[in-house]
């Protein structure tokens, strides 16, 4: 669920009794949005908490108070896209479009057929930047909730989570009971990977890696937001 329903500018603040917005939001709204004070827009704690403020005329351009603080129910199921990872910026743009798209936790993860691995330092560093991609993307999308950014996980580990599955052209439909989506590597699945998970079909199309992770968080939000019917 959106703030408000509206489609006005939307941040982040740690603090929505005394919300105190980061300077690249303030610069956000005055600079590129051009708010003036008294100009209202809302803000979410990223945890499913949203209120109305105002732009507040001070030099600071704090962030003022206007409005009751509004709780959102999270959705359910928990939606997680696992991804193997991929070339280039691409991991930017899965994050940026399965956050827009409503999924709960986004964790990439190394399979046995991975060409790219990232050493500790990269990792860090990868994963510190996939998160202000999903903070910036959600405040874009207006969402009350950031997603989860995993740490760099295994294959075997989120496959022995519950209701986790693997994306195959062989597979099944899509189905809420199998909330935990995770897209092979460039390289294609292991035989033992095939064996250790059953599959969903996403598409009667063999799909580039970053394509299939946005597709299975489209298909799988649409199901559970009651866009689509059950197939």
């Given at each position: ?62 962030a003022e108070p206007n409005g009751e603080v509004v709780y ?53 560093r990868h994963i510190e930047r996939l998160r202000r991609v ?98």
């Open positions: 669920m959106k703030p408000g329903g509206g489609d006005g500018p939307h941040v982040f603040a740690n603090n929505l009794e005394t919300p105190a917005l980061r300077d690249e939001d303030r610069h956000h709204l005055t600079r590129s949005l051009r708010l003036r004070p008294g100009d209202t827009f809302t803000v979410s704690d990223g945890e499913g908490s949203w209120r109305v403020c105002r732009l507040g005329s001070g030099t600071q351009g704090a959102v129910e999270a959705p359910r199921p928990k939606l997680t896209v696992g991804f193997a990872l991929i070339k280039g910026g691409r991991p930017e743009l899965v994050v940026q479009k399965l956050t827009e798209l409503g999924v709960d936790a986004i964790v990439p993860f190394t399979a046995e057929h991975s060409v790219v691995r990232w050493d500790a330092d990269r990792a860090t999903a903070r910036e993307a959600a405040m874009q999308s207006r969402q009350v909730r950031i997603p989860e950014i995993g740490e760099v996980a295994e294959f075997a580990d989120l496959a022995a989570g519950p209701g986790a599955v693997r994306a195959d052209i062989t597979g099944n439909p899509p189905s809420l009971d199998h909330p935990t989506v995770l897209i092979g590597p460039e390289g294609g699945w292991s035989d033992a990977e095939r064996r250790q998970l059953p599959a969903i079909r996403l598409s009667s199309s063999v799909l580039r890696s970053e394509t299939a992770a946005i597709t299975a968080a489209a298909l799988l939000t649409a199901l559970r937001d009651g866009v689509t019917g059950k197939p």
